[in-house]
């Protein structure tokens, strides 16, 4: 039993502090502490446990679903939105990586594998109209939940083998390096935030409001051209991009080479 939140307001210092503000940094640390992994409590139990009233608990709730700490969509019961999946900026990475390594489990929906062309796949890597490309689109998922919506395509003259492998628990970078000898180890990024469409959203499970990070990718093998392009649109409330910086100045972030 936590400890009721005693008067309309609290003196912390020399500021009074409304009763919602001292549930919302109670709630905070609990969350920080690890709690509520089992399920969030409604806001009755709320109400009764700091003997507050629901409007006091509502406001505290409001905040936190607003900072993005909770997920409460209609007809959802309330928790505990996951930390966002981490990535460091200035190395080839690798989101299948990244999401396993801090503990979660990835799994994609293959949406599309063919071989087909694609104008704006060709454009982007200086070939003809008419180059033939393997073509991969997947839901990549992490714990089961929807995470990026991710197309790539790579010259089936490179990639054809690419074919017979099954992508909804692969690195697409460990099966080209195993299925035809080659391994991209540079290239160039775009990011930009954007806003999903509808049908983004319903594809990728989101709220109105929540933002994405779109990400076009030109994989390459050493100095040679791209042989890769990538579109990838990717959840901002489960993914963060990082960076860092010194008393020398500001650093990208770099980790090694990793198949993605």
Request: net charge negative; with cysteine.
């Amino acid at each position: 039993m936590h400890e009721p939140l005693h008067g309309p307001q609290a003196e912390v210092g020399a500021a009074r502090v409304p009763k919602w503000e001292l549930l919302h940094r109670e709630l905070l640390q609990r969350i920080g502490e690890g709690e509520f992994s089992d399920g969030f409590p409604g806001e009755h139990e709320l109400s009764q446990t700091y003997d507050v009233s629901r409007h006091t608990v509502r406001e505290a709730l409001r905040r936190l679903r607003e900072a993005g700490v909770l997920d409460s969509a209609r007809g959802r019961v309330t928790q505990v939105r996951p930390r966002a999946i981490e990535q460091n900026l200035g190395g080839l990475y690798s989101l299948f990586r990244e999401v396993e390594a801090q503990g979660h489990v990835q799994r994609s929906d293959v949406i599309t594998i063919s071989l087909t062309t694609e104008p704006l796949a060709a454009h982007a890597l200086g070939m003809d109209v008419s180059t033939q490309f393997f073509h991969l689109e997947r839901l990549r998922r992490s714990d089961g939940e929807p995470l990026a919506h991710d197309k790539v395509w790579i010259p089936s003259a490179i990639a054809t083998p690419l074919m017979e492998a099954d992508f909804t628990h692969a690195a697409l970078y460990d099966e080209l390096t195993r299925r035809c000898g080659v391994r991209p180890t540079g290239g160039s990024e775009r990011i930009a935030a954007v806003v999903p469409t509808a049908a983004q959203r319903g594809l990728l499970g989101l709220e109105q409001g929540i933002a994405c990070f779109e990400i076009e990718r030109h994989g390459r093998v050493g100095d040679q051209p791209p042989i890769e392009y990538r579109r990838s649109l990717v959840r901002a409330d489960r993914y963060a991009l990082l960076t860092s910086w010194t008393p020398n100045g500001f650093r990208l972030g770099a980790i090694a080479d990793a198949p993605s």
